[in-house]
C-alpha cells in the first residue's frame, strides 16, 4: 500500500520536512517517518544512506521528524546548504528555492518566543546566512535567483531571510566593504526583528493602527533584539549594532535614540532601507502589500528624509536591474522607468 503524501498539519510530538531539502545530506542525521495509516511509520533509520531514501520516495513527497530530533535535523541542513548553492546540475532558481526552504527550516524556530536565543542556536543562523552570503557575493546568477524566489507572506523568519538577501545584494552591488562587511550586512539583517520574539502577540499581530501604548511596547524589540544577541554569545559580535540601530532615521524620527545620519552606521542604514522595503511589499495583519514602484515612492516621497539618499538611489537602480535580468527585458529601461521615484 503506498504512502499518504503528508497531510499538515503534523501529528502531535512530529514536525513535516518536504523531501526536497534533504537532497543534499548524504547520511540521515535523525530517524525518517512518513504518514501512514492513523500514525506516523518508520521509514529510515538513523546514520542510513539518504540518497536511496530520496530516490525511494515519492515525487514531491513529505516525510516527518521527531520534534525532539528536530536540532539534530537542522544542523545538517544546515552544512549542506553550500552544497545545495553550489549544485551546478540543477537552474540556479531551483538551488535558490531548495536553498530557501532549508534557510526557512533551519531559522524558523529561532524565531518563535517559546524557544530562547542560546548560543548553539545564534551560531547555527550564522552558518546558513554565511553559506548564503558567500554564494551571493561569488555567483552573479544566483543573485537574482534568490530575489526572483523569495517568499512574501507575514512569518518573521521569512521577513528576515528576505532582509538578508536584499543586504547582500545592495551591499555587494554598491561595493560596501570587504567580504566580512557583507558578512555582518546579512547577520544583522537576518536577525534584525529578533527582539520581537518578546513583544506580546496582541500588539505584534494587530489587525489594526498601534495606538501610543502599543507602539512604546513595539519599539522596545530594537533594543530587546541586541541584548538577546549579546546574552547569547556573551559579547556584542560585530553586526550588533545593525540590530540596535536599524530603525533609527538619517532625520533624527527614529528609535530607540533619535540619532540623525552622521550617528547611524552605514551599514545599519543599508539594512533600515531593504528592511522597510520587504516590510511594504509584504502583507501584514494590518494591511495588505504595496509594488515594488509604490514602495520605493513611499520611502522616497511620504518618508522624504528618513533615509540615506544616496543608498536608497543605489538600492533603486539595483531593483531595476534586477528586474532586467528576471525578465530579459533592457536593463536601461528597466532602471529609467523605477528611477522616476528618485525625483
Not at 541584548?227 to 524620527?253: K, N, Q, T
Not at 528586474?323 to 522616476?340: C, F, P, V, W
Request: charged share 20%; proline share 6%; with cysteine.
Amino acid at each position: 500500500m503506498p504512502a499518504h503524501p503528508f497531510i499538515t498539519p503534523a501529528p502531535p510530538g512530529y514536525e513535516p520536512v518536504p523531501a526536497r531539502v534533504l537532497t543534499d545530506i548524504s547520511t540521515l542525521p535523525c530517524d525518517l517517518y512518513i504518514w501512514r495509516g492513523p500514525r506516523p511509520v518508520l521509514y529510515a533509520m538513523k546514520g542510513g544512506d539518504l540518497r536511496k531514501v530520496i530516490n525511494r520516495a515519492q515525487r514531491g513527497m513529505s516525510f516527518l521528524v521527531r520534534e525532539v530530533d528536530s536540532d539534530l535535523l537542522r544542523g545538517a541542513l544546515a552544512a549542506s546548504l553550500p552544497a545545495v548553492l553550489a549544485n551546478q546540475r540543477v537552474t540556479p532558481v531551483e538551488r535558490s528555492k531548495t536553498a530557501y526552504s532549508i534557510a526557512a527550516k533551519v531559522l524558523s524556530p529561532i524565531f518563535t518566543r517559546e524557544n530562547p536565543l542560546d548560543h548553539d542556536g545564534l551560531l547555527l543562523t550564522h552558518q546558513a546566512i554565511d553559506a548564503i552570503t558567500l554564494h551571493l557575493i561569488e555567483d552573479e546568477e544566483m543573485v537574482w535567483a534568490m530575489v526572483a524566489t523569495m517568499q512574501k507572506h507575514v512569518a518573521t523568519h521569512t521577513h528576515a531571510i528576505n532582509t538578508a538577501v536584499y543586504g547582500i545584494v545592495l551591499a555587494r552591488f554598491m561595493q560596501f566593504g570587504n567580504a566580512d562587511a557583507i558578512r555582518d550586512v546579512a547577520r544583522g539583517g537576518l536577525l534584525h526583528d529578533i527582539g520581537k520574539n518578546r513583544v506580546p502577540r496582541v500588539v505584534l499581530d494587530k489587525p489594526s493602527a498601534l495606538d501610543a501604548t502599543e507602539w512604546q511596547v513595539m519599539r522596545t524589540h530594537v533594543k530587546a533584539g541586541y541584548e538577546m544577541i549579546v546574552r547569547a554569545l556573551g559579547y556584542a559580535p560585530s553586526y550588533a549594532h545593525i540590530v540596535g540601530e536599524h530603525h533609527e532615521r538619517c532625520d533624527g524620527s527614529g528609535y530607540p535614540a533619535g540619532r540623525a545620519a552622521g550617528g547611524i552606521a552605514m551599514d545599519a542604514q543599508l539594512v533600515g532601507i531593504v528592511d522597510a522595503f520587504d516590510a511594504l511589499t509584504t502583507r501584514r495583519p494590518y494591511r495588505m502589500p504595496v509594488s515594488a514602484f509604490d514602495a520605493l515612492h513611499v520611502m522616497r516621497v511620504s518618508m522624504r528624509g528618513q533615509f540615506s539618499d544616496e543608498i536608497l538611489r543605489e538600492f533603486i537602480k539595483l531593483l531595476g536591474g534586477l528586474n532586467a535580468m528576471s525578465t530579459g527585458l533592457d536593463g536601461a529601461a528597466n532602471i529609467a522607468g523605477i528611477m522616476r521615484v528618485a525625483g
